[in-house]
């Protein structure tokens, strides 16, 4: 089956310290992507990629990194520089022109099923 | 800047009826609008993208209108299910960019048995 998967479903971590949330597809999608969500609030973008190697900030990436050296996996670090980290981290996958559905636009993102970072 | 609206932030109906979820965007210059569903501690599914071009959208039960004119987009659901309650996002693409969504923060929608 194709999809996104993200790893771990639940992680706590101790102030001062780095982690670093996995997210794979197997989807064949170029681009990829990162978001935060709080409660109440719509998602936010941390980090997207276009392609391997190459990925730009999004709206919010203070105190995120991530890399893009293979086309399938994104993973996202969260480090001690990042002020309030606890979340619900969203990744997600989409390629220009394909789909399972006839006429779909490049915009269509298909999700991961999300790590819920807590910070003890 | 492109603003996108969900009001209510909630609601409750009982099963069975039909319902209306509400999208609202500032700015008309969209390439696409799309719905979707997020149940509790999960990922996003997508439920319906409307292109510019088109006036709904239709899988199942749910429709989906556009209407860039007036900034709004809805998504009806018809003869909802308890199974239907989750939150319900919608997303427009930012302008200048291929890849970059704006969000609305989502209508809790709950469906009382």
């Known amino acids: 089956d194709g999809g996104i998967t993200q790893s771990p479903k639940y992680l706590f971590r101790k102030e001062g310290q780095n982690v670093t949330l996995s997210c794979e597809q197997n989807?064949?999608?170029?681009?990829m992507y990162w978001y935060r969500q709080d409660p109440g609030q719509g998602l936010r973008l941390i980090y997207y990629?276009?392609?391997?190697?190459?990925?730009q900030k999004g709206d919010i990436a203070e105190g995120y990194s991530v890399s893009r050296e293979k086309k399938e996996s994104f993973p996202l670090t969260v480090t001690s520089a990042q002020k309030n980290p606890t979340a619900f981290y969203l990744c997600?996958?989409?390629?220009?022109?394909?789909?399972?559905?006839?006429?779909?636009?490049?915009?269509?993102?298909?999700f991961g099923p999300g790590t819920r970072l807590t910070v003890l | 800047k492109q603003e996108v609206t969900q009001i209510p932030a909630a609601l409750s109906v009982p099963e069975g009826e039909n319902l209306v979820l509400n999208c609202s965007f500032t700015?008309?210059?969209?390439?696409?609008l799309q719905w979707f569903r997020q149940d509790p501690g999960k990922g996003l599914t997508s439920l319906l993208l409307?292109?510019?071009s088109q006036r709904e959208q239709t899988s199942g039960r749910l429709n989906a209108s556009l209407d860039k004119s007036s900034g709004r987009s809805t998504l009806y659901i018809a003869a909802s299910q308890p199974g239907d309650s989750a939150t319900y996002l919608c997303?427009?693409?930012?302008?200048?960019?291929?890849?970059?969504?704006?969000w609305g923060a989502g209508t809790k929608l709950i469906i009382k048995p």
């Open positions: 997600a996958s989409s390629s220009p022109g394909q789909g399972s559905k006839k006429g779909v636009s490049y915009n269509e993102q298909f």
């Open positions: 989807l064949n999608h170029d681009a």
């Open positions: 990629s276009q392609i391997v190697n190459d990925f």
């Open positions: 700015d008309s210059a969209i390439y696409n």
């Open positions: 409307i292109q510019s």
């Open positions: 997303a427009v693409p930012l302008w200048d960019s291929n890849y970059q969504l704006i």
